[in-house]
C-alpha cells in the first residue's frame, strides 16, 4: 500500500497498544475494521518508529491463488539468512519460494521456517513485518504466518496484520479493533474552509471514519442510503471516469494484476509512462520505484468493476500475452482463466501444471485451488471429476477436510466408475474422519473398499474410524481385515484379539513413519507398552530430524501415554504439552482431544482440580457437532480419577462404568482404568465390580504390571493379605505399586497393624511424593497420622515449579545441545530456547546451563528410562 492515508488523529490507545508490543521484545496483534478505517495509516506510523528492521508485505484482491506470494513479498530482503536454518526447514522453505526443488514437505514445516528466518533476521537488531490487508493474502502464506505469530517469544520479532472484518482468521493471535475517529478528530481531518451544510453531513455520514471523511465531501449526497465501502468506491468511480481514457486503460490493466510492476502493466496495456500522470495527479496512484500502487484497494476495485466486462477480460488476455517468462507462467495461466467465457482444454492444462508446481512447493492450498479452477474449465465429466479429486486430495493437505468433502463429492457426481469411486471413497473418507464424523467415514471407506480392486490399504485406514465405533462395526471391519495377507493387518488384528509378535524395531528402519503410526498405537492394545514406547521414541527422533511435523501429535501422544503409564507423569506432561501445541498450529482436533483428554489424566493425578476440568472440558469440546469427541474415554477417566483423589469414589464409578461398555470398552483408557474403578466401587460400597475383563486382559497381555494390577483388585474385594502380598512381589509401575501399597496399608491399619502399615505407607508416600501425585500423598498421610506418624509435605521441587516447555529445554540443554540444536529439535526459534532458559534459571537456584548437567543428572540414564523388556 502506498502512504496515502491521513495523518493519525485519535489513536493513542491504539499507538500504545502497539508500542507495549514493541517494548515487550516481539509478538503478534491483528488490527481489524472497515475499509478506510485507518489500519494502513497505524501500520503507517509503526514504520517511522525507531525499531530496527521493517519488513512489508501485502494482500492483494486478486482471483488466483499464487502460493507464497505474500511470504515471498515480506521475506524476500531476508532470504540470505536461509542458510543458517535447520536442514528440513531450509529446504522447505527453499521449495517454497522456488529457490530449490524439494520433496513434498508438512506445511508445518514451512511455518516452523518462516520462524526460524524472522529469528535469524532478528539477531542483528528487532525486525517489524507489517502485513496490509491480510484477508487478500494467500491461503499458504496466512498459514505460516499465522503458525509463526503463534510461537513468537523474545525472539525480538513483531508482526502486525491489517484486516478487514470478516477475513483472515487469527484464532489465537490478540486483535485490536479499529472504531471510527470521535467527533473533535474527525472534525480536525475535514478542510476548515469547508461548506458547513455540507461539513454536517459528512461528519454524520462518514461516521468517523478517515478515508470517508476525506472522499464523501467530493461527491455530495447522491446514493447517502448505500453502505460506506459502496458510497466510497462510488466516489473513487467517479474520478477514475473523468481521467483520459489512455490513462483508464493503464489503470484497468493494473488493477487486474497482482504486482504493480510497470514493466508488466505497460507493455499489457500499451500505455506509457506519461499515460500515468492525470492519475497520479488526482492522488488516486503512487509510483514507488518500478511498482503501481493504488491509493486504497477501493480504488482498484473500482477501477476494475467500473470497466466493461469485455474489457476486462481483453485485460486478462493482455496480461498473459506479455508473462511469457517460466517464473510467470502460473500468473500466466490464472490470467488466462480470468479471460475465459468457457470450458476451454488448453487454459485448464495450464492451470493444471500450475496447481502442480504449487503442489510440488508444498503449496496445498493454491494447488487446490488452481486444480478446482481447472475441473471448471474441463470440457470432458471425465477431465472436471479427476481434477475435482486432486484438488480434494490437496484440499486435505492443506488441512481443510471440508472443502475436501465437497470437492470430492462434486467429483463423485460426475464419474461412475468403480476404480475411481474407490478413489473418491478413500479421500472422502479421510475427510470426514479427520472431522470427526466417524460413521460417515468408515462407511465411506468400507464402501471405497468394495470398489477398488486392491482393497487392502483402504481397509487398512478403515480400523481408525471402526476403533471410534465399537461394536459391531469393529468386529465387521477386524473380520475384513484377517482375511487380508498384509503384515500390519494381522497386526492390527492380533493386537485387538490375542498378542502379536512384536517386530525388532531394527527390522522397522526402512518402513515410512505413517505406516508405523498404527504400530505404535496398537502396541498398547496389546499391552507391550515397552515396545510401543521403544517405536513410538525412534518415531519421534526420526520426525524431528526430517520435519515431519504433522505427525508429531500423534507420537507425542503415544510417548506421553507410555511415560504416564510407566509412572512418569513429569515427562508424560512435556510430552502431551508439546503435541497439545503442534495439533493446535497445525488444526488437528482429534489430537487436540486426545492430547487435552491425557493432560487431563495428568492434571487428576497431580491434584490440579481446575486444570483437570478445563483440560477435559477441551478434549470433550474437539469434535464436530453431533460427533463423539476422540478423547471421551480419556477425558472420564481423568474427571473419575479426580473424583477419586478429592475422596468422592462414589462420583467415579458411574464415569468408569459406562467405559466398560460399548463403543469404548476396547479402548485402552476402559482397560487400564479397571483397577480404578474396583477401588472406587469398594470404597463407596457399591456393587461388586467383575473382574471377568480384567482376568481376561491380564491373560492376553501376559505382562506382569497387568498381574500386578489383577492381584491387587482381588485383594481389594476379598480382602485378602496374601494376594496383597503377590500384587506387591509382581513386577509393578512405581505409581500403581505405591497405590497396592497404599491400599494395603490402609488394611492394616483397619486391623490395628499400626507398625506394619506405617513401614508400607512411607513407602507409597516417598514415591507419591517424588511423582507429584498430591491427592495419593495427601491420603497416605492421613493414614499415617492414623498410624501414629505425622508427615508434613515436602517443599515444590525446584524441577517441579518448570512449565513443561522449560523442563524439557532444560533437560536438553543439560545434555551439552546448543540452543540452536535444542531449537532444531524441538521447532523452535534459538532466541525462544534462550528465554525460557533464562526464565528456568532463577527457578532451578543455578546461574547458568553449566550447572545443569548435575541438576538433571539423574534424567539423562538412556532412554526408555525404567522400561524393562517385559514391561
Wanted: net charge negative; charged share 20%; proline share 6%.
Amino acid at each position: 500500500m502506498c502512504k496515502f492515508e491521513p495523518v493519525l488523529h485519535g489513536r493513542n490507545r491504539e499507538q500504545d497498544q502497539v508500542n507495549r508490543l514493541i517494548a515487550a521484545g516481539g509478538g503478534a496483534l491483528v488490527l481489524r475494521g472497515g475499509p478506510g478505517i485507518g489500519k494502513t495509516a497505524l501500520l503507517e506510523w509503526a514504520a517511522e518508529l525507531p525499531v530496527g528492521r521493517v519488513l512489508r508485505g501485502n494482500g492483494v484482491e486478486f482471483e488466483a491463488e499464487l502460493p507464497f506470494a505474500g511470504l515471498s513479498q515480506l521475506l524476500r530482503p531476508v532470504l540470505d539468512r536461509l542458510d543458517r536454518l535447520p536442514g528440513a526447514q531450509r529446504a522447505a522453505l527453499a521449495a517454497a519460494f522456488g529457490l530449490a526443488q524439494g520433496e513434498a514437505a508438512d506445511r508445518l514445516l514451512v511455518g516452523f521456517g518462516v520462524l526460524s528466518l524472522l529469528a535469524e533476521a532478528a539477531d542483528e537488531g528487532p525486525v517489524l513485518c507489517l502485513i496490509d490487508d491480510a484477508h487478500w493474502l494467500d491461503a499458504v502464506s496466512a498459514d505460516a504466518l499465522l503458525f509463526a505469530a503463534r510461537r513468537l517469544s523474545g525472539e525480538g520479532v513483531i508482526l502486525l496484520f491489517a484486516t478487514r472484518d470478516g477475513g483472515f482468521a487469527a484464532p489465537g493471535l490478540p486483535e485490536l479493533r479499529l472504531e471510527g475517529l470521535s467527533a473533535v478528530d474527525a472534525a480536525r481531518l475535514l478542510d476548515p474552509d469547508l461548506d458547513p451544510v455540507i461539513r454536517y453531513r459528512v461528519l454524520g455520514e462518514a461516521q468517523g471514519n478517515p478515508l470517508a471523511l476525506l472522499e464523501l465531501p467530493r461527491v455530495g449526497d447522491q446514493a447517502a442510503d448505500r453502505p460506506l465501502p459502496e458510497r466510497l468506491q462510488a466516489a473513487f468511480s467517479g474520478q477514475v471516469a473523468q481521467l483520459p481514457a489512455a490513462t483508464r486503460a493503464v489503470l484497468l490493466v493494473a488493477a487486474a494484476e497482482d504486482t504493480g510492476e510497470l514493466a508488466v502493466v505497460l507493455p499489457a496495456s500499451g500505455g506509457t509512462a506519461d499515460d500515468l500522470r492525470p492519475a497520479e495527479a488526482a492522488g488516486l496512484i503512487e509510483i514507488v520505484g518500478t511498482k503501481l500502487q493504488f491509493k486504497h484497494p477501493l480504488v482498484r476495485t473500482a477501477v476494475y468493476h467500473a470497466a466493461a466486462y469485455s474489457d476486462r477480460l481483453a485485460a486478462h488476455r493482455a496480461l498473459a500475452d506479455a508473462l511469457t517468462t517460466s517464473d510467470s507462467a502460473d500468473r500466466r495461466a490464472w490470467h488466462l482463466a480470468a479471460a475465459a467465457t468457457g470450458p476451454d482444454d488448453e487454459v485448464a492444462a495450464a492451470l493444471e501444471d500450475t496447481a502442480r508446481q504449487a503442489r510440488d512447493r508444498n503449496g496445498y492450498g493454491a494447488a487446490a485451488a488452481a486444480y478446482e479452477r481447472a475441473a471448471q474449465l474441463s470440457q470432458t465429466p471425465q477431465a472436471q471429476a479427476r481434477r475435482l479429486l486432486l484438488a480434494a486430495e490437496n484440499g486435505m493437505q492443506a488441512g481443510s477436510p471440508a472443502n475436501a468433502v465437497t470437492l470430492a463429492e462434486r467429483a463423485a457426481a460426475l464419474v461412475q466408475e468403480p476404480a475411481f469411486l474407490a478413489q473418491v471413497g478413500w479421500v472422502e473418507g479421510r475427510a470426514w474422519f479427520w472431522q470427526g464424523n466417524y460413521q460417515t467415514a468408515y462407511d465411506l471407506l468400507m464402501a471405497a473398499a468394495g470398489f477398488s480392486a486392491d482393497p487392502g490399504p483402504i481397509l487398512l485406514q478403515a480400523i481408525h474410524p471402526a476403533w471410534y465405533l465399537g461394536e459391531p462395526v469393529l468386529t465387521d471391519c477386524l473380520d475384513r481385515l484377517a482375511e487380508l495377507d498384509d503384515p500390519l493387518a494381522r497386526f492390527q488384528v492380533a493386537s485387538v484379539r490375542s498378542r502379536p509378535a512384536m517386530p525388532a524395531l531394527a527390522s522397522l528402519s526402512d518402513v515410512a513413519p505413517r505406516d508405523l503410526v498404527q504400530i505404535c498405537g496398537l502396541g498398547f492394545v496389546a499391552g507391550q507398552d515397552a515396545f510401543a514406547y521403544e517405536v513410538t521414541a525412534a518415531l519421534v527422533a526420526r520426525c524431528r530430524a526430517e520435519g515431519l511435523v504433522g505427525l508429531l501429535p500423534t507420537l507425542l501422544f503415544f510417548q506421553a501415554e507410555a511415560e504416564f503409564f510407566h509412572g512418569r507423569q513429569q515427562d508424560a506432561d512435556v510430552s502431551a504439552a508439546e503435541g497439545l501445541e503442534v495439533a493446535r498450529d497445525g488444526g488437528q482436533p482429534l489430537w487436540i482431544s486426545q492430547l487435552s483428554a491425557l493432560r487431563a489424566v495428568l492434571a487428576a493425578v497431580a491434584g490440579s482440580a481446575d486444570e483437570c476440568r478445563a483440560y477435559a472440558a477441551d478434549a470433550l469440546a474437539a469434535a464436530a457437532p453431533g460427533c463423539e469427541p476422540a478423547g471421551y474415554a480419556w477425558a472420564q477417566w481423568a474427571l473419575a480419577l479426580l473424583d477419586l483423589g478429592e475422596g468422592r469414589p462414589e462420583a467415579a464409578v458411574p464415569r468408569l462404568l459406562a467405559l466398560q461398555e460399548n463403543p469404548y470398552a476396547h479402548h485402552v483408557a476402559a482397560y487400564r482404568c479397571i483397577p480404578d474403578l474396583v477401588e472406587a466401587a469398594v470404597r463407596s460400597g457399591a456393587a461388586t465390580v467383575s473382574l471377568d475383563r480384567l482376568t481376561a486382559y491380564a491373560e492376553r497381555v501376559e505382562q506382569p504390571w497387568a498381574t500386578a494390577l489383577l492381584l491387587r483388585c482381588q485383594a481389594l474385594i476379598a480382602g485378602d493379605e496374601e494376594l496383597f502380598t503377590r500384587s506387591l512381589s509382581a513386577s509393578a509401575r512405581p505409581f500403581e505399586r505405591a497405590r497396592t501399597e497404599l491400599l494395603y496399608g490402609e488394611w492394616l491399619r483397619r486391623g490395628r497393624r499400626k507398625a506394619e502399615a506405617r513401614t508400607v505407607l512411607q513407602r507409597a508416600l516417598e514415591v507419591f511424593d517424588r511423582l507429584g501425585a498430591q491427592p495419593w500423598a495427601a491420603r497416605t498421610r492421613t493414614e499415617l497420622a492414623a498410624t501414629g506418624l505425622l508427615t508434613s509435605a515436602p517443599p515444590e521441587s525446584a524441577i517441579a515449579s518448570l512449565t513443561p516447555q522449560e523442563l524439557q529445554i532444560s533437560r536438553l540443554a543439560a545434555q551439552g545441545l546448543s540452543n540452536k540444536d535444542i531449537a532444531a529439535q524441538l521447532f523452535l526459534s534459538p532466541k525462544t530456547v534462550a528465554y525460557h532458559l533464562y526464565k528456568a534459571y532463577p527457578k532451578l537456584g543455578v546461574g547458568g546451563r553449566s550447572d545443569l548437567p548435575a541438576l538433571f543428572a539423574p534424567a539423562l540414564s538412556p532412554r526408555p528410562l525404567g522400561f524393562a523388556a517385559r514391561s
